[in-house]
Structure formats: C-alpha cells, structure tokens
C-alpha cells in the first residue's frame, strides 16, 4: 500500500513523499539524516485508517539539497506548503525526534492547521544529545565528514557492524545498525552540506539550543502524546518524560527495551498507540482570542468557548518553537 516514494515541485525544488490511505489526514516528519521510509514499518497499518502522508524533508532522503535554510521554523514552512499543495488544510502530526521539534514549531506557527500532535522521541526538550552530533556542529566538520564517509570507511564501518554492536554500538544501543546505515547518506555532497546547516541550527557543542519548553503553555487545549524508549541514547530518554510534565494534559507511552526509534522495536504497538490517542480524542479547534489571552497570560487559560464549535475533549499542552 505504500508504494513508490512520489514526487511534487514546491518553490522549484523537488520535494519527495509517501502517500496512502483514506480517512483523517496523518502527516508522519522523520529526524535528521533520516527520511520517509523510517516509517515503513507502520506506514500501512496507519493508512488503514488515515490518509497517511510521510514526507522527505528538504535536504534528505529523494528530496533536493539546494543551499538553503534548514532550520525547524522553515522545516515547518516547508510542510505548509506541501500540505497545501497537496490540498490538506488540517492534520495529526506525528514528528520523531528533530521531526519532533518540526511538528512543534509547525504546531506553534500554524496553531489553526494541527488537531493533535503526537512526538516520538522528540528534540528540543534540553541540550542533552549524543556526542556525534555535538562534534558535527565545530569547526572543521566538513571536511572530517567527507573522510569518514567516503568509500573505503564506509565499506569498513559496515562489515563491522555485528563487532560494533558486540561492543555496544558507539553507545547508541538497540540502534546502532539502523544509524550507522543511515551515515553512509552523508557520503553525498548535498546531504552531507544540509546535515551541517541542520544540526547547526539546532546545536552547538554543549548540545541542543532549540527547545520546546519555553511557549508549552500555548498547547494546553492541542490533545498531545509523547512517545520514548528507555535506551534512547541518541536523546536522552527522560527528555520524554520532560516533555510530559513540559505539557500539561498529555498522555506518554514508554517502551520499554525501545532506543531512539520506538516504530521499529515494536510497530504493532506503535501504530495501537496513535490509534487509541486519535480515536480517543477531539481534535482541537483553534480560537485566536483565547490564544490571545494565553500570551498574555504566560499561562494556560480555561478554554473560551468558539461559537458553533465543538468542545476540545481534555486540555493538553503545546509545543514551541523549535
């Protein structure tokens, strides 16, 4: 059911997605060096019951690599105009981890587009992240990516895999097969550059600079559940947790034994969990004057009615900027 990966020109730039199903619109934003087919595992079984959209980001994937902006507030950009393009007004985002902190900024840009949210994994809830990508945002990242991603390292990294992951997997766990896979995409030029700019616009080398935390309040009515693994190394596991207690109202399911992607160590339960949150919930309806009141406030507010709408099942929290 999920098919070929298609594409659609946006701003004159080839942009790469997977699409299927029938039903609510579910849009699936993948983490950095990563792409659409992250989400193979659960692809079909969501389309089951959502029109299912699962895009490459700009700079990854099938997506071009132009010199761009590859910061999360033009990640979000970028998702509105897919969106648009492909004639889908409102959504479930699903974002895993810096696709996360996407879905939060979109959430937080277009609070009037976003029925709920939920973020697997997610980034930008403190600095902490795995050292690789702190030494990917100094001085002289380049040229050290372009060597240890060229053909002879590649082809020794990956016929030692099984040695690595005997011995720990560069601390990265359950997941360091499907990671150290993924490097080997930097070895292009274009992926390579855009990795770069990404990860600078939202690091440095104490950690991560983005955060969530800051505008949390705003998503007090956007029902939201966040998703974690206990060995998640690439972000520290109890960032899910921080998201949790960050945003009041919402849900959190932890699986236990999961890394840093919990769609793969255990699809089934993956997609029962988006199932029950989204069937279980109302989705939210955006009211300016109560988002109003809100930023004026600095706090969540108890919900002002919007005429002729219905009411928003539980309050939940929102996310922020990324």
Same mark, same amino acid.
């Given at each position: 059911?999920? +098919? ?40 079909? /079984?969501? /389309? ?17 690599? #132009? ?5 999360? /507030?033009? !990640? ?31 959430? !937080?840009?277009? #609070? ?17 992240? &795995? ?7 100094? /001085? ?11 053909? #002879? ?31 080997? &995409? ?34 007090? &009515? ?26 009041? +109202? ?12 919990? &769609? ?57 900027? +990324?």
């Amino acid at each position: 059911m999920s +098919g070929d990966v298609r594409f659609i020109e946006v701003h004159g730039y080839r942009r790469a997605f997977r699409m299927a199903g029938t039903g609510p619109p579910l849009l699936l934003v993948h983490g950095i060096t990563d792409s659409s087919a992250t989400w193979l595992p659960v692809f079909d /079984a969501l /389309a089951e019951h959502f029109t299912v959209i699962a895009p490459d980001l700009l700079g990854h994937g099938e997506s071009a690599k #132009p010199r761009a902006d590859y910061a999360v /507030a033009a !990640y979000a950009n970028g998702m509105r105009d897919l969106l648009s393009v492909l004639g889908i007004d409102r959504i479930t985002i699903v974002g895993h981890s810096l696709g996360g902190g996407v879905a939060m900024q979109f959430a !937080y840009q277009f #609070p009037e587009r976003v029925e709920r949210i939920v973020l697997v994994c997610p980034a930008g809830m403190g600095a902490g992240v &795995h050292p690789a990508f702190r030494l990917a945002t100094l /001085a002289g990242a380049g040229p050290a990516l372009m060597a240890i991603t060229s053909w #002879p390292v590649r082809t020794a990294v990956k016929a030692s895999i099984p040695i690595v992951k005997g011995l720990g997997g560069f601390g990265l766990g359950p997941d360091a097969e499907y990671v150290l896979s993924l490097y080997g &995409h930097l070895a292009e030029e274009g992926a390579r550059n855009a990795f770069l700019r990404t990860i600078r616009a939202a690091a440095d080398r104490r950690g991560q600079t983005i955060t969530m935390l800051d505008r949390g309040y705003l998503a007090a &009515h956007l029902p939201t559940l966040v998703i974690g693994g206990t060995r998640d190394t690439v972000i520290p596991s109890g960032h899910a947790n921080r998201a949790h207690r960050a945003f009041p +109202g919402s849900r959190i399911e932890i699986f236990a034994g999961a890394g840093h992607f919990p &769609h793969h160590f255990d699809p089934d339960r993956f997609v029962k969990t988006v199932n029950e949150f989204i069937a279980e919930t109302e989705p939210a309806i955006f009211d300016p004057l109560r988002w109003q009141r809100t930023l004026r406030r600095g706090r969540p507010i108890v919900a002002l009615p919007t005429p002729g709408a219905k009411p928003v099942g539980q309050p939940e929290p929102m996310r922020e900027q +990324g």
